[in-house]
């Protein structure tokens, strides 16, 4: 028997809950077994004016900032997937999303999960490239916070056909677990002649 490719899954890493939401379900919907999960946080670029020490002392804290939170998001996949092998990016970028497709190109990823929101490196992006999936070179998944103004009038999974954005977009709101059936109880013949304690009679037609 031919053992399945190891697919690589970058989540990218936001201080944002949407983020915490879309990387929880890519774990229960598109997570395999012996999946590389690698979690991918780029912060702000630092050109701001000032001595190079001091750039340098807020791009590490930026970057420690980033592995913490990093580190926050693989607990939370730990605890639901103990064996999920995990490993952490945290590097500096610009914040159109040219570092993280740049990447996610290098890593080879298969799928990409971002958190949607109204900030999103994505609609940024999508306003340069015409094309997103052939940008990142894989399929990029882009999950909506439940309860989001996002995800209204949206269906569950579709494509965005009203501008050029080609991401998919899911909203998780509108999936749910159906509801377990009753389980079945077995038919049983006449198992106490006793409990039979009414039979119809057959009407005679009048003459």
Known sequence: MEQSETR???????????ARTAMVWALHNVLRYGDLVTLLHVFPETNTAGSKSRNRKK????????????????????????????????TEGD??????????????ASTLVVGLHDQSFLYRLAMVHKNIANNFNCKVLAIKQPNSPLTTN??????????????????????????????????????DPSAIIWRSRRRRRKQ
Do not use: W
């Not at 804290?61 to 945290?90: H, M, W, Y």
């Not at 914040?95 to 080879?108: F, K, N, P, T, W």
């Open 154 to 191: 949206t269906p569950a999974l579709s494509e965005s056909s009203s501008t050029s954005m080609d991401f998919s977009q899911i909203d998780i709101s509108t999936l749910s677990i159906p509801e377990a059936p009753p389980p079945k109880i077995p038919y049983q013949v006449c198992p």
């Open 59 to 90: 791009i590490r804290l930026l970057r420690l900032k980033g592995f913490q939170l990093a580190l926050s998001f693989k607990d939370i996949c730990v605890r639901s997937f103990p064996n999920t092998k995990i490993e952490i990016v945290v």
């Open 95 to 108: 914040e159109e999303g040219g570092r993280i497709a740049d990447l996610v190109r290098q890593i080879g």
């Open 8 to 18: 690589s899954i970058v989540v990218v890493v936001e201080d944002v809950e949407v």
